[in-house]
């Protein structure tokens, strides 16, 4: 029994007294660390994220109208059939066309506002008158005749101030007729001035190809005729 005792005294000794023992940090298990749980996203949330934002709308500039044609000239790009009062008949200034010694009292159609608007719009043009188109440089200019009340002959003259052509009875629109679809008028040759004059003046004044055009009175020793 001593023995017994002396045994189990031994056994108590050894099991309070030893040192601790670690265990080692390969067999540490871990509790595995918590995810936060994502609420599950909705149709509606997933179109939210995934729409793009819309822009404002630009401003839109104001159209400004271009100038408007009003009489047989240079065609311009974009024509319109907006209308003008009838522009009166000018006074005479002394500025006179002399061709195959005929005399023609004429306005001048200097400036491009001038040569746009032209004879369009006026109920007459007085017998043994005209408007004088000129122009920087010698070219087939096109014209045509929109909101134009008579019919024209067109002399087209040229840089050596001689009648490079003649184009004759340039009518006037029909009623209803469209600038669109209004013919155009260019000369065979190229022409640095053009003379409008009432129809049928041209063949009772002698006006032909090839005949010397001077511009005399007031225009005497201007625009290089």
Same mark, same amino acid.
Request: charged share 15%; net charge negative.
């Given at each position: 029994?001593?023995? *017994?005792?002396?045994? *189990?005294?031994?056994?108590?000794?050894?099991?309070?007294?030893?040192?601790?023992?670690?265990?080692?940090?390969?067999?540490?298990?871990?509790?595995?660390?918590?995810?936060?749980?994502?609420?599950?996203?909705?149709?509606? !949330?997933?179109?939210?994220?995934?729409?793009?934002?819309?822009?404002?709308? &630009?401003?839109?500039?104001?159209?400004?109208?271009?100038?408007?044609?009003?009489?047989?000239?240079?065609?311009?790009?974009?024509?319109?059939?907006?209308?003008?009062?009838?522009?009166?008949?000018?006074?005479?200034?002394?500025?006179?066309?002399?061709?195959?010694?005929?005399?023609? =009292?004429? &306005? #001048?159609? *200097?400036?491009?506002?001038?040569?746009? !608007? @032209?004879?369009?719009?006026?109920?007459?043009?007085?017998?043994?008158?005209?408007?004088?188109?000129?122009?920087?440089?010698?070219?087939?200019?096109?014209?045509?005749?929109?909101?134009?009340?008579?019919? =024209?002959?067109?002399?087209?003259?040229?840089?050596?101030?001689?009648?490079?052509?003649?184009? =004759?009875?340039? #009518?006037?629109? &029909?009623?209803?007729?469209?600038?669109?679809?209004?013919?155009?008028?260019?000369?065979?040759?190229?022409? !640095?001035?053009?003379?409008?004059?009432?129809?049928? &003046?041209?063949?009772?004044? @002698?006006?032909?190809? @090839?005949?010397?055009?001077?511009?005399?009175?007031? #225009?005497?020793?201007?625009?290089?005729?």
């Amino acid at each position: 029994m001593k023995y *017994l005792w002396f045994l *189990l005294i031994v056994v108590g000794v050894v099991a309070c007294g030893g040192s601790v023992i670690s265990t080692p940090a390969s067999d540490v298990v871990l509790s595995p660390t918590a995810t936060p749980v994502v609420p599950p996203t909705t149709v509606e !949330q997933t179109q939210r994220a995934t729409e793009q934002p819309q822009l404002p709308a &630009e401003r839109t500039k104001p159209i400004t109208p271009s100038p408007v044609p009003r009489a047989s000239t240079v065609r311009p790009n974009s024509p319109t059939t907006a209308t003008q009062a009838a522009t009166p008949i000018p006074e005479a200034r002394g500025f006179v066309v002399s061709i195959s010694g005929v005399d023609i =009292l004429v &306005e #001048l159609a *200097l400036t491009p506002e001038q040569q746009i !608007q @032209g004879l369009s719009g006026r109920p007459i043009l007085p017998a043994d008158t005209g408007m004088l188109f000129v122009y920087l440089a010698p070219s087939k200019y096109s014209f045509w005749m929109p909101d134009m009340h008579f019919p =024209l002959d067109i002399v087209w003259i040229g840089a050596d101030c001689s009648v490079a052509d003649v184009t =004759l009875n340039a #009518l006037p629109p &029909e009623p209803g007729q469209e600038n669109k679809d209004l013919p155009l008028y260019k000369p065979n040759s190229p022409a !640095q001035y053009v003379l409008e004059i009432n129809a049928g &003046e041209a063949e009772a004044k @002698g006006i032909r190809q @090839g005949v010397a055009v001077e511009f005399v009175a007031e #225009l005497a020793g201007k625009y290089d005729c």
